[in-house]
Structure formats: structure tokens, C-alpha cells
């Protein structure tokens, strides 16, 4: 229990780092009149893609974990796999002209970070699931409120 709570620990540490500057952003652009994105999607809706992403991204990791041994290695691999993905669907999509389209491939990009950063601090992948969900949600709760002052403002 004492390396699940070290492993929770460094979870939460990451997620701070990751919500801190996300939000000082939002809220500058909110202050600049910039348009923010928001997230339409359901809370739910994004529960399940957040556990998707996880399952998908963990996938690319188990191989190189299994073969290797090396948690490292596998972050890196996997990292580089699900880019290539990202890639492709941005060359096949394009970046969209909304600004919630720029930023889910930003959002994507950073949870994909944060996800290999925890998976090798603490080999745990229900962690990664759990902080993936939470920042999500965050997230939606954070541009939402930002986009009505806006709006108000």
C-alpha cells in the first residue's frame, strides 16, 4: 500500500503541474477576449474517452514492456506510436478551424505526456486512467466558466 500511496502522490503532484499553467493560460485568454474552445461533451461521454485513451495508449506500452523490462522504454515507444496516429489524423483532418479543435489536439498531446510521465514514475495505469479522467473534467469545468465571463463580460 505505501508504493500505491507514493504512486498517488506523484499523480497528483503531476496533475498540479499540469492544471496550474492550463489555467493561468485560460484565464490570460479569457481576460484578452481570445475565444476560448469548450468541450461540448457530455461529462460522461468524456469519462469513457478518457478511459479509452488510457487502455489504447497502455496497449502501445505493454509490448516494449514486456520485452524490454524497461518502463522507459515503453513510455517512449508508446509516446512515439500514438504521435504517429496523431499525425496522420491531423494530415488526413487537418487542425479545424474551431478553437476547441486546436485545443483537443493540444489536450491530447499534453495527457498523452502526463500519462507516459506517471506510467513511468509509477508503473501504474489506473493511476494514469484516474488523473486522465480528473484533468479532463477539469478542464471542461475550467473553459466552461471561462467562456460564459467572456461572454458576461
Do not use: C
Not at 492550463?22 to 468524456?46: E, K, Y
Not at 512515439?80 to 489536439?105: K, M, Y
Request: no cysteine.
Amino acid at each position: 500500500s505505501a508504493d500505491w500511496l507514493r504512486g498517488l502522490n506523484t499523480g497528483l503532484t503531476l496533475a498540479l503541474i499540469v492544471l496550474i499553467p492550463i489555467g493561468l493560460a485560460g484565464r490570460q485568454m479569457a481576460r484578452a477576449g481570445s475565444p476560448l474552445g469548450v468541450d461540448m461533451r457530455s461529462t460522461g461521454s468524456i469519462v469513457i474517452d478518457s478511459v479509452y485513451s488510457e487502455v489504447h495508449w497502455a496497449f502501445y506500452r505493454s509490448a516494449v514492456l514486456i520485452l524490454l523490462g524497461s518502463a522507459y522504454g515503453a513510455a517512449l515507444i508508446g509516446v512515439l506510436l500514438v504521435s504517429i496516429e496523431l499525425v496522420v489524423a491531423i494530415a488526413r483532418n487537418g487542425l479545424g478551424t474551431e478553437p476547441e479543435d486546436r485545443q483537443a489536439w493540444i489536450g491530447q498531446a499534453l495527457l498523452l505526456t502526463m500519462s507516459a510521465t506517471t506510467f513511468i514514475l509509477t508503473r501504474n495505469v489506473w493511476l494514469a486512467m484516474a488523473l486522465h479522467m480528473v484533468i479532463e473534467v477539469t478542464l471542461k469545468a475550467i473553459t466552461t466558466r471561462l467562456a460564459m465571463l467572456v461572454k458576461i463580460a
